[in-house]
């Protein structure tokens, strides 16, 4: 059996060594990898000696977790599985000289959900610790948001904060919100009798750096005060280079700091690697931390130009390499492991029965909509919500007739995947599987709707529906054991990532850290990168 953590990343040389294993390791699996569970029944891929298998032990599989009873190569492709990827379990900040993590103040936490004061307050105390270490008093949000992160690192640590996002409506909820603490924590000082003070306010940059034409162009367009103090950017830019991003907004005039940190919670796609590189390349950035996002969105594009700025891949061990991750891939990536295995067996069951009617979904456009296959149709999360419905309709139905309790009958009904041999022998057989022909009608009218499509007979849905649905059981092993390389794929993503700084120069530091709860947070990894000398 695979061994568990044989790999680390010290340095470039074993960064590769690790990236080079699991290049090998999926190599033989790529028709698995490069499918989707909407191919499901067009392409017949499944794994048979999973069919009968426990709901729970499905979701266990992409956390690595195997059964003694499951065949030696079944075992062995998902332990090896876990051996090559990266641990999740959160950091163990005591670790960290001089980092605390503290709670925030109910003013600043005000319209954070759990999730994000979690990562906020991990990631602020971090990118304080980072930038005492470096020097730095300025730090740049990439991909602000609404202004979260960089207010408690103004507010709570003292940093002058600059936060860039796409979107201009953020940025004016970002100067709003600022102006609300500020106000809170003067009137505080005042009632208190306490010595005035400037607070430090976040100033806020509207600029789509996502855009890579727009971040070019940044040092062509200066940047100017409006009448509320704030700062923001041309929107008509000429082309310029990425690596001036932190010249242009780092004007010498506004601050007798002239080096800084680039900081960056989720941001998405190419915008992570941006980051990357705008560290490298800017002499005034001594460190960067990155916490990225939705690597399906990365670009992969320019692969065979050798000094291409594509998202995927940026090291050239990795481009060396010659690999290529498609779509479907990176969806993968995006996978949570944790969240998986932390969900009840109604909840796997419901999660497999949306999959089996976008599979089933997908037959349809197949035989009647082949071009529109072409185009990768997205039809939206459509299927929760008409689930979600049904489920309100029978509770609705059993509290007016007097019907089986809310916990029995609704629960009863929340899937038709559920040991598709014994429903169909139970005494509820024909209900269920009008319900369950109801639904995917439903759902295929749904998806026809948002694709500008016409609908089509009852005759054509039927049809699919009765080769589709003896192998609706067969989903939820399938898409389990696809999600057991979402974990290794984020791992090479991130590797790949990491490999990039590692090979740029010597007096660098560099790592990946998994500093937020993998459960409430599943991109957790942070790579952490800071100038030495210079």
């Keep these: 059996m695979a061994e568990e953590f044989k790999y680390s990343c010290n340095t470039a040389s074993e960064t590769l060594q690790w990236i080079h294993a699991i290049i090998n390791f999926i190599a033989p699996y790529r028709y698995f990898l490069d499918a ?89 105390a971090l990118v304080s610790l980072v930038a005492k270490q470096v020097g730095a008093r300025t730090v740049v949000d990439v991909g602000a948001g609404q202004g979260y992160l960089a207010q408690v690192l103004a507010f709570d640590y003292q940093l002058s904060v600059i936060a860039i996002d796409a979107c201009s409506h953020h940025g004016k909820i970002t100067d709003a919100r600022a102006e609300r603490i500020r106000k809170h924590y003067a009137a505080k000082m005042r009632k208190n009798c306490s010595e005035q003070r400037e607070f430090s306010v976040p100033k806020t940059v509207t600029c789509r750096v996502l855009s890579s034409d727009t971040l070019r162009a940044l040092s062509n367009s200066p940047v100017e005060n409006d009448h509320a103090g704030n700062q923001h950017l041309s929107q008509k830019c000429s082309v310029s280079q990425p690596s001036r991003l932190a010249e242009d907004i780092l004007p010498s005039r506004s601050y007798s700091d002239s080096t800084l940190v680039i900081a960056g919670l989720h941001a998405c796609g190419d915008l992570s690697v941006t980051m990357l590189r705008t560290f490298l390349e800017c002499d005034k950035a001594k460190a960067v931390i990155s916490v990225g996002c939705c690597y399906n969105l990365l670009s992969e594009e320019a692969i065979d130009i050798a000094d291409s700025c594509c998202g995927f891949p940026v090291s050239q061990g990795v481009k060396s390499a010659g690999v290529m991750l ?28 949306l999959h089996a009617l976008r599979a089933a979904f997908q037959i349809v456009l197949f035989r009647h909509y082949p071009n529109i296959l072409r185009e990768c149709p997205t039809i939206g999360r459509q299927g929760k919500a008409l689930r979600r419905q049904q489920n309100q309709r029978i509770l609705e139905s059993n509290l007016h007739h007097g019907g089986p309790s809310e916990s029995g009958e609704a629960r009863e009904s929340v899937s038709f995947l559920h040991e598709y041999s014994s429903i169909q ?109 210079k």
Aim: charged letters at 25%.
């Design 36 to 124: 989707h569970v909407v191919n499901f029944f067009k392409d017949r891929l499944w794994v048979d000696c999973l069919r009968k298998e426990s709901v729970g032990n499905l979701l266990r599989i992409p956390s690595g977790v195997v059964q003694d009873h499951w065949p030696g190569s079944l075992k062995e492709f998902i332990l090896t599985l876990r051996s090559l990827s990266l641990s999740r379990e959160q950091a163990d900040f005591q670790e960290f000289s001089g980092m605390h993590i503290a709670s925030l103040s109910n003013v600043l936490a005000q319209g954070m959900n759990h999730k994000k004061k979690h990562e906020v307050e991990a990631l602020s």
């Design 425 to 533: 022998s139970s005494k509820n057989c024909k209900s269920r599987a009008v319900d369950g022909y109801s639904l995917f009608v439903k759902f295929c009218e749904s998806g026809l709707g948002r694709l500008h499509l016409p609908h089509l007979e009852d005759t054509a849905y039927s049809a699919v529906w009765r080769e589709s649905e003896s192998y609706f059981e067969l989903i939820g092993p399938y898409w389990s054991l696809r999600a057991a390389l979402g974990p290794v794929l984020e791992t090479l993503i991130l590797l790949d990532r990491l490999l990039l700084l590692q090979e740029y120069d010597s007096d660098l530091e560099a790592s990946l850290l998994p500093i937020f709860n993998p459960v409430l947070s599943p991109r957790n990894m942070a790579i952490i990168a800071k100038k030495i000398r």
């Design 326 to 353: 498609d779509k479907s891939a990176r969806d993968l990536a995006c996978q949570s492991a944790d969240r998986w295995r932390g969900l009840d067996e109604h909840a796997g069951l419901h999660n497999f029965e």
